[in-house]
């Protein structure tokens, strides 16, 4: 069993920047590919980052890549998202999720989520 508890969200200026985290109990963080998705008022859910177990590799959506950073801590069981350049088409709420042993891209192959954090953009 793995719990996720995202921190970092708020309010922006466009162009500005934020760093969610998500913190996950248990000990086997370090097996599960993490991710971050968002969903914003009338939308579906959207993917959009993953890394891998180890954090050598990562995956953008097209939308935010060049502007966002995922990483990860294994000794800390935290993954992050830096977010910058953000845009008024930024703002949702962003969660956390978790895979074991691998990235992923659909909300469907996740085992684990967060609840979610708030991320408001105004411009």
């Known amino acids: 069993q793995v719990q996720l508890v995202e921190s970092g969200g708020g309010l922006v200026q466009a162009g500005g920047s934020l760093t969610l985290s998500c913190a996950a109990s248990?000990?086997?963080?370090?097996?599960?590919?993490m991710g971050w998705f968002r969903q914003a008022p009338g939308k579906e859910r959207e993917f959009v980052a993953t890394?891998?177990?180890?954090?050598?590799?990562?995956s953008y959506a097209d939308s935010v890549k060049g502007r966002f950073t995922i990483s990860r801590d294994n000794a800390k069981n935290t993954v992050y998202l830096r977010m910058i350049a953000l845009n008024v088409e930024d703002t949702a709420v962003y969660y956390c999720?978790?895979?074991?042993?691998?990235?992923?891209?659909?909300?469907?192959?996740?085992?684990?989520w967060g609840q979610g954090t708030q991320v408001t953009v105004s411009s």
């Open positions: 999720a978790a895979k074991f042993g691998t990235r992923f891209f659909k909300s469907s192959e996740c085992d684990y």
């Open positions: 890394i891998s177990v180890g954090g050598l590799s990562t």
């Open positions: 248990g000990r086997t963080f370090s097996s599960y590919g």
